[in-house]
């Protein structure tokens, strides 16, 4: 009996360990196929579009390697003219009235001449030697020097440049078919991508660094027309001019800028907006722009509340230019355009860069809000000039503690609500001077300089410029409905 009883203990044992096994081995491989089985059932994301599915590279060798052979050095030559005491600022000058002084007793003070050497970079856009650059890489060279990745050099030279957006074409004669650059889409460019840069940096050549795109569209202040590339990708003096690749090994933009005390800020033109002015560049040597011949100005809070409007869009219109096409449309001073050919202008720069863009004698349609009220003008675009730029700027009739002014026309002072020949307009302020600090702005009416009452911009500048030598002077300013005086100090 105790022995059937240890018997039937033994084969209880054998039976709960098989079934505990039986059961351990079941539950680890129901959470094996949990994890890790890919069944028909299992939904599997379907790819996206090529950008979308951009990862960080294992390594940029293969690209870099592939793109390096269209990406040239360029090293230029120029002569810089100096000469005469009054160069160096000398103390003695206040005393004895500059070389005038030395000239009179010992002749003409030599002028000398030497040569400044600078550094770029620049990529082949095509096989027989056309060559993107920077403007201010080959600007006033004597002599331009081009460098090829196989070490083989070319003297160029300069086909059509545009200093309004700092880009240049150059030309060298190869002795054979180069390899060029793909042009990439700068449009479709999207914050956040992997791009890499290849140029000349300190004169270290063919320097590759990589980074992303940290934003795009950046208004630096470097001219007119900008809508820079922002990208942390290293760039320093020497990479101008070079090209910024995405990473497919397209160019889609032209390295240009770095904030000097910043790190990781560099700036990119867009490729579009190079590829837009090549054939003005090839064939003319510069650049012909479409013009409104309109001054205009972005819609602060304030302005947008005393027109009674909803937000602050659109640009507002300071000036028309008698004779340009905006003028000839009908438009007026105090409209806001807020619609060209149906893109909406959220500001002044978007109405610059907008009409810029546009063919000279292209018709558009100009929407634009005057009283409250939408018109619709039909423009024919005009040639943007320096005529034109250098009327505007002779209509401030000069600075003078920090004041640009103009006359108050009829159109103006309907617009401001004032009489015309009531004083003088300020159309800018400068920053940082005199002006600034007190806080004078722009559209305030100066009705006296001193105890002199200013009717019009030759009283103001015959007052404001005898005042020069004075440590101070006293203004009587009009802004809105509110008349006071402020004080001017050297």
Known sequence: MGEDNKNRKTFLMFLLAFLIGFFLISFIEVLRSSFFSVGPDVQIATAGTRRETQFTPASFADLADRLKPAVVNISTTKTIETGGLDSFGSPLDRFFGGDDFFDRFFGPT???????????????????????????????????????????????????KDPKTDIALIKIKPEGSLPVVEIGNSDELRVGEWVLAIGN??????????????????????????????????????????????????????????????????????????????????????????????????????????????????????????????????????????????????????????????????????????????????????????????????????KYFGIGVRDITPEIAQYLGVSAGSGVVVVSVEEGSAADDVGIQVQDIILRVDKVRIKSTRDYLREISGKKAKSRVLLLIKRDKTTFFVTLRK
């Open 201 to 398: 940096p300190f004169g270290l050549e063919q320097t590759v660094t990589a980074g992303i795109v940290s934003a795009k569209g950046r208004v630096i202040g470097a001219g007119p027309y900008d809508n820079f590339i922002q990208t942390d990708a290293s760039i320093n003096p020497g990479n101008s001019g070079g090209p910024l690749f995405d990473m497919e090994g397209k160019v889609i933009g032209i390295n240009t800028a770095i904030v000097a005390h910043g790190q990781g800020i560099g700036f990119a033109i867009p490729i579009s907006m190079a590829q837009s002015i090549l054939p003005d560049l090839k064939f003319k040597g510069k650049v012909s722009r479409g013009w409104l011949g309109v001054s205009v100005q972005d819609i602060t809070e304030d302005i947008a509340r005393s027109l009674k409007k909803k937000d602050a869009s659109g640009a507002l219109i300071t000036d028309v230019f008698e004779g340009d096409p905006a003028h000839k449309a009908g438009l007026k001073i105090g409209d806001i355009v807020t619609e060209i050919n149906g893109k909406k202008i959220k500001d002044s720069h978007e109405l610059l860069m907008t009409v810029a863009a546009f063919h000279i004698g292209n018709r558009i349609e100009v929407k634009a809000l005057r009283d409250g009220k939408e018109m619709t003008f039909r423009v024919v675009v005009g040639e943007r000039k320096e005529r034109a730029e250098l009327a505007a700027t002779k209509k401030e009739m000069g």
């Open 110 to 160: 030599p002028r000398r001449k030497f040569k400044q050497r600078s550094l770029g970079s620049g990529f082949i856009i095509s096989s027989d030697g056309y060559i993107f650059t920077n403007n201010h890489v080959v600007e006033q060279a004597d002599k331009i020097a081009v460098k090829l990745s196989n070490d083989k050099e070319y003297e160029a030279k300069v086909i059509g």
